[in-house]
């Protein structure tokens, strides 16, 4: 075993579903090491989802927009920090120039030969890599040596109470009460490929409330508002009466965070937002199309249900996902039915 660590850095820059997937790590260094200083490195924009952990000690922001001259000058802080040890977890051109020629790096083992080969020439050799484990325990492999270990507490994402005061203001605003059990929907990804048909989310979401008399909330970025938008019109056409509210690009992560506490199940493709509905202990139905499970994205089984075309010789395509279906069929995401996502979506709802 190797030595007391008493100041690290943790390197992750994004996006949403990675930043929040390191939680267990950042939790089991703080359990291992208890009087061990904990910085975090992250982009401006996701900064919040570290920033109320009570286990980092500082958050180091690197600029959205960061110009080389704001990563070399965040390299000297860091080289000048004398940290035990540095944790990329990252493993990106710029995360390595930051720690290059530092004292003590360790670093994610990303699999990049077995993805490369399962997404290349669908041969599954993840077993001769280290195997296939979720992200979030790749995170805490880095560790091993130290005896950091996960003790399957799930992800975790803390939300102070002026941003819940801040939500049941805004619920209440549009007329859903703090006791109110919502549907929620995460129908966007930052890639084309990995989001299930507009008119099916639409349909999938009507029918729930329909038949639960819930009301539906849409969630997503500014970007994503438009595609919000148009679900909310399918569903208003469809099933007359429902109440449905498209929060995409007014709600902050937080927000959003504390908004999917009020619902009985968050319905998404894969994208950071469902892992910020898991973190919040929220019941998920995950939709994933190009992607497989050996890349190690797919939310726990406890309280999660995933949904997923089996048998198709062109999955994956991709591992993180594509402007469009390379074969032009999109039969990952086209063979998914609304009855499926409704059935799965119920089982969420009366407890798993």
Known sequence: MQDVLHKTLIIRLSSVGDVVLSSPLVRSLRGRFPDCRIDYV??????????????????????????????????????????????????????????????????????????????????????????????????LETLGAWGVRDHGRGLELFVPDTIRETVDALLAGENIPKTARCIGVCPSAKHANKMWPEERFAMAAGVLAAQEGDPVLLFGSADERERCATIATIIASSFPGTHVVNLAGWTSLLETAAVMDHCAVVIANDTGLMHIAVARGTQVVALFGPTVRQFGFFPPAARSTVIE??????RPCTHIGLPRCPEGHFLCMNAIQVDTVVAAARRRMEGG
């Open 309 to 314: 075309v089996t048998g198709l010789g062109c």
């Open 42 to 139: 992250v982009k401006s924009a996701y900064a919040d989802l570290v920033r109320h952990n009570p286990y980092v000690d500082s958050v180091i922001e690197f600029p959205d927009a960061g110009t080389a001259a704001d990563l070399l000058r965040l390299r000297r802080t860091i080289a000048a920090s004398g940290y035990d040890l540095i944790i990329d977890i990252h493993d990106s051109i710029r995360s390595r120039f930051l720690c290059a020629g530092m004292r003590r790096v360790v670093r994610l083992n990303k699999r990049k030969i077995a993805r490369w080969l399962l997404v290349r020439f669908k041969i599954d050799t993840y077993g001769r890599f280290g195997g296939a484990p979720a992200v979030a325990e790749r995170y």
